[in-house]
T-cell receptor
Framework: DADVTQTPRNRITKTGKRIMLECSQT?????MYWYRQDPGLGLRLIYY???????NKGEISDGYSVSRQAQAKFSLSLESAIPNQTALYFC?????????FGEGSRLTVL | AQSVTQPDIHITVSEGASLELRCNYS??????LFWYVQSPGQGLQLLLK??????LVQGIKGFEAEFKRSQSSFNLRKPSVHWSDAAEYFC????????????FGKGTKLTVNP
Protein backbone atom coordinates (compact mmCIF):
# COMPACT_ATOMS: atom_id res chain seq x y z
CA ASP A 1 0.00 0.00 0.00
CA ALA A 2 1.12 3.54 -0.71
CA ASP A 3 2.45 5.66 2.11
CA VAL A 4 0.30 8.60 0.99
CA THR A 5 -3.07 7.82 -0.54
CA GLN A 6 -5.19 10.35 -2.36
CA THR A 7 -8.83 9.93 -3.40
CA PRO A 8 -10.23 10.38 -5.92
CA ARG A 9 -7.43 10.02 -8.45
CA ASN A 10 -9.50 11.67 -11.14
CA ARG A 11 -12.61 13.83 -10.95
CA ILE A 12 -14.55 15.83 -13.48
CA THR A 13 -17.03 18.30 -12.08
CA LYS A 14 -18.99 21.37 -13.05
CA THR A 15 -18.58 24.98 -12.10
CA GLY A 16 -20.16 25.75 -8.74
CA LYS A 17 -20.02 22.23 -7.35
CA ARG A 18 -18.41 21.38 -4.03
CA ILE A 19 -15.49 19.00 -4.24
CA MET A 20 -13.46 17.29 -1.55
CA LEU A 21 -10.10 15.67 -2.11
CA GLU A 22 -8.99 13.32 0.60
CA CYS A 23 -5.54 12.32 1.75
CA SER A 24 -4.38 9.75 4.24
CA GLN A 25 -0.87 8.76 5.21
CA THR A 26 0.78 5.91 7.02
CA UNK A 27 4.20 7.53 7.52
CA UNK A 28 3.34 8.71 11.02
CA UNK A 29 4.39 12.30 10.36
CA UNK A 30 2.62 15.24 11.92
CA UNK A 31 3.12 17.57 8.98
CA MET A 32 0.84 17.41 5.96
CA TYR A 33 0.60 19.58 2.88
CA TRP A 34 -1.58 20.25 -0.15
CA TYR A 35 0.10 21.41 -3.35
CA ARG A 36 -1.32 22.29 -6.73
CA GLN A 37 0.57 21.56 -9.96
CA ASP A 38 -0.10 23.39 -13.21
CA PRO A 39 1.89 22.87 -16.41
CA GLY A 40 4.82 25.25 -16.52
CA LEU A 41 4.18 26.54 -13.01
CA GLY A 42 5.61 23.78 -10.86
CA LEU A 43 4.04 23.04 -7.48
CA ARG A 44 2.46 25.73 -5.38
CA LEU A 45 1.51 25.34 -1.74
CA ILE A 46 -2.18 25.67 -0.93
CA TYR A 47 -2.37 24.77 2.77
CA TYR A 48 -0.20 23.04 5.30
CA UNK A 49 -0.68 21.60 8.75
CA UNK A 50 1.97 20.89 11.34
CA UNK A 51 -0.40 19.04 13.62
CA UNK A 52 -4.12 18.47 14.08
CA UNK A 53 -4.67 21.87 15.69
CA UNK A 54 -2.33 23.83 13.45
CA UNK A 55 -3.45 24.76 9.94
CA ASN A 56 -1.83 27.44 7.82
CA LYS A 57 -2.46 29.08 4.49
CA GLY A 58 0.05 28.67 1.72
CA GLU A 59 0.66 30.97 -1.21
CA ILE A 60 -2.57 30.17 -3.10
CA SER A 61 -5.23 29.39 -0.50
CA ASP A 62 -8.05 31.53 -1.94
CA GLY A 63 -10.97 29.37 -3.00
CA TYR A 64 -9.82 26.39 -0.94
CA SER A 65 -10.35 25.13 2.58
CA VAL A 66 -8.90 22.20 4.50
CA SER A 67 -9.74 19.90 7.37
CA ARG A 68 -7.29 17.92 9.46
CA GLN A 69 -9.47 15.15 10.79
CA ALA A 70 -6.66 13.20 12.42
CA GLN A 71 -2.90 12.98 12.33
CA ALA A 72 -3.15 10.77 9.29
CA LYS A 73 -5.92 12.55 7.37
CA PHE A 74 -5.94 15.90 5.64
CA SER A 75 -8.73 16.91 3.24
CA LEU A 76 -8.88 19.72 0.72
CA SER A 77 -12.21 21.25 -0.27
CA LEU A 78 -13.30 23.49 -3.08
CA GLU A 79 -16.57 25.00 -1.87
CA SER A 80 -17.60 26.25 -5.31
CA ALA A 81 -15.33 24.97 -8.02
CA ILE A 82 -14.32 27.18 -10.93
CA PRO A 83 -12.56 26.26 -14.18
CA ASN A 84 -9.21 27.79 -13.21
CA GLN A 85 -9.03 25.30 -10.37
CA THR A 86 -8.51 22.59 -12.96
CA ALA A 87 -5.15 21.15 -11.97
CA LEU A 88 -3.28 18.21 -10.50
CA TYR A 89 -3.38 18.25 -6.72
CA PHE A 90 -0.79 16.60 -4.52
CA CYS A 91 -0.90 15.76 -0.87
CA UNK A 92 2.37 15.31 0.97
CA UNK A 93 3.61 14.48 4.42
CA UNK A 94 7.03 14.56 5.95
CA UNK A 95 9.57 15.80 8.39
CA UNK A 96 12.56 18.08 8.07
CA UNK A 97 14.45 15.83 5.73
CA UNK A 98 11.96 14.82 3.10
CA UNK A 99 8.44 15.16 1.82
CA UNK A 100 6.54 12.07 0.68
CA PHE A 101 3.97 12.68 -2.02
CA GLY A 102 0.81 10.96 -3.04
CA GLU A 103 0.22 10.10 -6.68
CA GLY A 104 -2.00 13.09 -7.22
CA SER A 105 -5.66 13.87 -7.83
CA ARG A 106 -6.46 15.24 -11.24
CA LEU A 107 -9.40 17.63 -11.07
CA THR A 108 -11.18 19.04 -14.10
CA VAL A 109 -13.76 21.76 -13.63
CA LEU A 110 -16.00 22.32 -16.63
CA ALA B 1 10.99 34.47 1.07
CA GLN B 2 12.80 31.84 -0.86
CA SER B 3 12.48 31.28 -4.62
CA VAL B 4 13.81 28.85 -7.19
CA THR B 5 14.58 29.25 -10.88
CA GLN B 6 15.02 26.40 -13.29
CA PRO B 7 16.12 28.12 -16.50
CA ASP B 8 15.51 25.17 -18.81
CA ILE B 9 11.90 24.20 -19.44
CA HIS B 10 12.76 21.24 -21.65
CA ILE B 11 16.01 19.39 -22.31
CA THR B 12 16.62 16.58 -24.79
CA VAL B 13 19.64 14.30 -24.53
CA SER B 14 20.70 11.06 -26.15
CA GLU B 15 20.84 7.91 -24.10
CA GLY B 16 24.32 7.51 -22.67
CA ALA B 17 25.08 11.21 -22.77
CA SER B 18 25.81 13.25 -19.70
CA LEU B 19 23.18 15.47 -18.14
CA GLU B 20 23.17 18.69 -16.17
CA LEU B 21 19.96 20.37 -15.00
CA ARG B 22 20.32 23.86 -13.67
CA CYS B 23 18.81 25.28 -10.52
CA ASN B 24 19.31 28.72 -8.99
CA TYR B 25 17.81 29.70 -5.69
CA SER B 26 17.25 32.84 -3.70
CA UNK B 27 17.23 32.68 0.06
CA UNK B 28 18.74 34.92 2.69
CA UNK B 29 20.09 32.23 4.97
CA UNK B 30 21.54 28.78 4.57
CA UNK B 31 19.18 26.96 2.23
CA UNK B 32 17.93 23.45 2.37
CA LEU B 33 17.94 22.20 -1.22
CA PHE B 34 16.20 19.30 -2.86
CA TRP B 35 15.78 17.64 -6.23
CA TYR B 36 12.63 15.67 -6.95
CA VAL B 37 11.69 13.62 -9.99
CA GLN B 38 8.20 13.08 -11.34
CA SER B 39 7.62 10.26 -13.77
CA PRO B 40 4.51 10.45 -15.96
CA GLY B 41 1.36 9.83 -13.93
CA GLN B 42 3.29 9.58 -10.70
CA GLY B 43 3.90 11.66 -7.63
CA LEU B 44 7.23 13.22 -6.78
CA GLN B 45 10.16 11.18 -5.56
CA LEU B 46 13.14 12.63 -3.74
CA LEU B 47 16.41 12.22 -5.65
CA LEU B 48 18.73 13.96 -3.22
CA LYS B 49 18.98 16.76 -0.69
CA UNK B 50 21.53 19.16 0.74
CA UNK B 51 21.39 20.47 4.27
CA UNK B 52 25.02 21.13 5.18
CA UNK B 53 28.50 19.68 4.91
CA UNK B 54 29.96 18.27 1.73
CA UNK B 55 28.72 20.38 -1.15
CA LEU B 56 28.64 17.43 -3.54
CA VAL B 57 25.74 15.18 -2.66
CA GLN B 58 24.94 11.79 -4.06
CA GLY B 59 21.41 10.63 -4.66
CA ILE B 60 19.48 7.72 -5.96
CA LYS B 61 19.55 6.43 -9.53
CA GLY B 62 23.11 7.65 -10.08
CA PHE B 63 22.34 11.35 -9.72
CA GLU B 64 24.47 13.90 -7.91
CA ALA B 65 24.19 17.61 -7.27
CA GLU B 66 26.64 20.28 -6.25
CA PHE B 67 25.82 23.20 -3.98
CA LYS B 68 27.67 26.37 -4.95
CA ARG B 69 26.93 29.16 -2.51
CA SER B 70 28.80 31.79 -4.54
CA GLN B 71 26.59 31.09 -7.54
CA SER B 72 23.39 30.34 -5.58
CA SER B 73 23.14 27.14 -7.57
CA PHE B 74 22.34 23.51 -6.99
CA ASN B 75 22.73 21.80 -10.35
CA LEU B 76 21.80 18.17 -10.86
CA ARG B 77 24.10 15.91 -12.86
CA LYS B 78 24.27 12.39 -14.17
CA PRO B 79 27.23 11.02 -16.13
CA SER B 80 25.25 8.71 -18.40
CA VAL B 81 21.52 9.05 -18.93
CA HIS B 82 19.23 6.05 -19.31
CA TRP B 83 15.94 6.04 -21.20
CA SER B 84 14.15 5.50 -17.89
CA ASP B 85 15.39 8.90 -16.69
CA ALA B 86 12.87 10.63 -18.94
CA ALA B 87 10.71 12.57 -16.50
CA GLU B 88 10.18 16.02 -15.08
CA TYR B 89 12.67 17.26 -12.52
CA PHE B 90 11.96 19.80 -9.83
CA CYS B 91 14.40 21.72 -7.72
CA UNK B 92 13.10 22.97 -4.37
CA UNK B 93 14.36 25.15 -1.55
CA UNK B 94 13.25 24.95 2.06
CA UNK B 95 13.65 27.38 4.90
CA UNK B 96 15.32 26.51 8.17
CA UNK B 97 13.85 23.25 9.34
CA UNK B 98 14.26 21.50 6.03
CA UNK B 99 11.16 20.52 4.18
CA UNK B 100 8.80 22.96 5.80
CA UNK B 101 7.00 24.94 3.16
CA UNK B 102 9.16 23.88 0.26
CA UNK B 103 9.21 26.26 -2.68
CA PHE B 104 9.50 24.48 -6.00
CA GLY B 105 10.90 25.57 -9.32
CA LYS B 106 8.73 25.28 -12.41
CA GLY B 107 10.42 22.08 -13.48
CA THR B 108 12.58 20.81 -16.33
CA LYS B 109 11.19 18.14 -18.59
CA LEU B 110 13.81 15.67 -19.74
CA THR B 111 13.42 13.74 -22.98
CA VAL B 112 15.87 10.93 -23.71
CA ASN B 113 16.45 9.93 -27.32
CA PRO B 114 17.52 6.36 -28.11
Amino acid sequence: DADVTQTPRNRITKTGKRIMLECSQTKGHDRMYWYRQDPGLGLRLIYYSFDVKDINKGEISDGYSVSRQAQAKFSLSLESAIPNQTALYFCATGGPGELFFGEGSRLTVL
Amino acid sequence: AQSVTQPDIHITVSEGASLELRCNYSYGATPYLFWYVQSPGQGLQLLLKYFSGDTLVQGIKGFEAEFKRSQSSFNLRKPSVHWSDAAEYFCAVGAQGGSEKLVFGKGTKLTVNP
